[in-house]
Each structure stands twice: as C-alpha cells, then as structure tokens.
C-alpha cells in the first residue's frame, strides 16, 4: 500500500489557539502566515508544544538567517516593529526544502529512517509514541487503546518523541553495531529531557516566536536535521550540537512510522540515534537557564555547566531564579 502523501508544511497538523480562544489545526505555512492571529500551540501535553514550538524557530532561524547575522539587534528589532513574520523569506526557505518535509517518503521521510529495521523484525504499537498512553500494564494513563493514530498527530508525537523519549533499552536496528543481542542499550534522554525549558510567551504567536529568536547565536555548521544527508540506523560519529537549531531538532532517536490500509500510524519502530554530550552544550542552547557544575568540573577540569531544571517540590516564586539570569 502506498503511503498518504503527508506534508508538514502544507497539510494540517498544528493544534493551535486562536485570539477568539477557538482551538484549530493547521499547516505550518498557515501557522505562520497567520502567526499574528494566533494566540499560541495547543497541543495534547505541554511538553509537546515545547518540542514543536522548536521545530518553528528552527524554521524561523534558517530562514531569516541572511538578514539577521549582519545586525542581529537591529534585524530583531524589525521584526518586532512589523505585524507579521517575515513571511517572503519563511516561504522561499520552505519551498527550498518542501520535498523534506513529507512525514511518508521511500527514500527520506522527515525525521525517520525510510528502511529502518530491528533485528528481530517486530515493530511496537503506536501507543509508544503517546506519553500519557501507555502500552498495557501502565497505571494512571490519561488514555489507553490507540490501534492508529492520524497522519497529523503521528508528525506531533514523532517531533515530541525526539525531543523527549526516556532512555531505557530499544529495540536493536539492522545496520547499528552498538546493538547487543539484539536490544540497543541507553543513551540517554532526548535532549529537551535534560532542560528546565524556558519559553518566554507573547501576546501571539508571532511575539512568543520572536521573543524567543537569539538574532546572533549563528554558526555555519549549525543545521537542522532536515538541512543534514539522510539519517541512517547508525549514529553520526562525533556529531554534537553546534548552535539552536541543531539543538533545537536533535535526532536522539532513529524512529520508522508504519501506516494502515486507511493511511493511518499503526505501529511504530523506536531505536538509539545520536548520543549528545550534554556537558558541554551552554553555549548552544537558548531555551534553558544553566547552573555550575562542580562534580563535572572536577571531572572534565574545566567549568562546566548543566541546565538547570525545575524543582517540582517548589511553588513557583521560591524558584523564580531559574528564570533570571
């Protein structure tokens, strides 16, 4: 069966809210050629509206990137005088790079490995995916018994999955010589599990957008994973976070989605993907206070910093300086 043809830039997978309060879904080119009517994300967790809140600024970054690395302050500041996005640079970057953001492609599939495998051939029930849905024998699920999911929040959790998947054993890929007797052994959380994420919030979501876009955090090797050669069952050696963006589509995982006769995500395949260096990436990413480490100094014998996550035993103005510089 051939696969829907699926796009994230035209087709409709956004849950957002709008100024009036009314929830919509809606394509990411809608959302930001209307970014300015749209109150913010709406999606299922707020984990996940962090996690694709990301996926927009990488966007965002990679667009505008011309303009903005001349004078960064200067170029934020117009942006931030005109109503809406700099809608003619969004639109010329996601025409470049259209044919990458197809969720069902042969031979590149956005943020998938089109052939990926495990060794024992099995695949997973898609409630994988789903944070607050379980595969049974969980407790406390908020939902229980997803057979398939639609394309569209298929693309929502693949992006939270990503961003957020716990480590813990995998299923071992064909192809990767890290796995053991068939199981892919931990390599830690997705990356947005190690940050207290900080979103600084607007009025719209072009102003959360904005108020969240460090104009002069460029790099030249500082790429999304769409903009990268096509991802394989084995980790890229030595890759590491360069910048934001990187960071902000960081690919901890090689995940495959599998499709029903009805075009809908039916089973899902979860493997190990690129390990990061998590002590060292302060100078990288935006969306996390940071706090000294003096046990990883000690041991790297140099100043190291960590992100500094939230205390969930704390009300939130006792822990108020996780905020603030």
């Known amino acids: 069966m051939t696969p829907p043809r699926f796009n994230l830039i035209d087709d409709p997978w956004l849950i957002v809210r709008n100024v009036n309060g009314d929830t919509e879904t809606v394509s990411m080119h809608t959302a930001f050629a209307r970014a300015h009517e749209l109150r913010r994300l709406s999606g299922e967790l707020p984990s996940q509206d962090f996690a694709v809140l990301r996926i927009l600024l990488a966007v965002l970054y990679r667009a505008v990137e011309g303009s903005a690395r001349a004078d960064p302050l200067a170029y934020w500041a117009e942006l931030w005088a ?10 010329q970057y996601l025409e470049e790079w259209h044919d990458h953001f197809y969720l069902f492609d042969k031979t590149r599939p956005w943020f998938q490995v089109p052939d990926l495998a495990a060794t024992n051939g099995e695949t997973k029930p898609v409630d994988l995916l789903i944070p607050d849905c379980p595969i049974a024998g969980g407790l406390f699920s908020m939902r229980r018994g997803y057979s398939s999911i639609s394309p569209a929040e298929a693309a929502r959790w693949l992006i939270h999955c990503q961003a957020y998947d716990i480590s813990g054993i995998k299923s071992g890929a064909m192809g990767d010589d890290r796995v053991k007797g068939g199981k892919g052994y931990p390599i830690g959380n997705g990356w947005a599990g190690w940050l207290g994420g900080i979103t600084v919030t607007g009025s719209s979501l072009r102003e959360t ?22 991802l394989t069952s084995s980790a890229r050696r030595g890759a590491q976070g360069t910048g934001p963006v990187s960071l902000f589509s960081w690919p901890q995982r090689r995940i495959r989605l599998f499709t029903n006769e009805q075009g809908n995500v039916s089973s899902v395949l979860v493997c190990n993907g690129d390990p990061i260096d998590y002590q060292f990436q302060h100078a990288h990413e935006v969306m996390t206070g940071w706090r000294h480490s003096v046990p990883q100094s000690k041991k790297f014998n140099t100043d190291v910093f960590m992100p500094r996550q939230f205390d969930p035993t704390e009300k939130l103005w006792r822990g108020l300086d996780a905020l603030l510089p």
């Open 209 to 230: 957008l904005l108020l969240n876009f460090v104009a002069n955090s460029y790099q030249d090797d500082d790429l999304p994973v769409w903009e990268l050669p096509q």
């Open 82 to 91: 005109t109503a809406e996005l700099p809608l003619q640079a969004i639109d």
